[in-house]
């Protein structure tokens, strides 16, 4: 955990989670460890960007992460991934178009 706090806040609660999620601790352990370890091959500042991206989309593993550098995709937010647009933007105003209170 040392390790994960110097890298950055991310990568901190990324392992907090992953130990919490495992029932025993070396489970965790190796995860972390993993992810802690891809600081040496892609720098601090990219893990941190990673492990932010993987809390956002739910991930709880040294896999996703390594899949995150693997894609180049620790430089995007994940909001931009998704490709969802806002709810706003999707709802409809035409004079054809019923809506949902013409069935109820």
Do not use: T, W
Not at 68 to 87: E, M, N, T, V, Y
Request: proline letters at 6%; aromatic letters at 6%.
């Amino acid at each position: 955990m040392q390790e994960a706090i110097a890298i950055g806040p991310s990568v901190e609660l990324l392992c907090q989670l992953i130990f919490e999620d495992r029932p025993h601790p070396e489970q965790g352990f190796r995860s972390c460890r993993g992810i802690v370890g891809l600081a040496r091959s892609f720098g601090a500042s990219r893990v941190e960007a990673a492990c932010l991206r993987a809390l956002e989309i739910g991930a709880r593993a040294y896999g996703p992460v390594r899949s995150i550098f693997d894609k180049k995709l620790d430089g995007l937010p994940a909001q931009h991934l998704r490709g969802s647009a806002p709810q706003s933007e999707l709802e409809i105003e035409h004079i054809n178009i019923r809506g949902s209170r013409y069935y109820h």
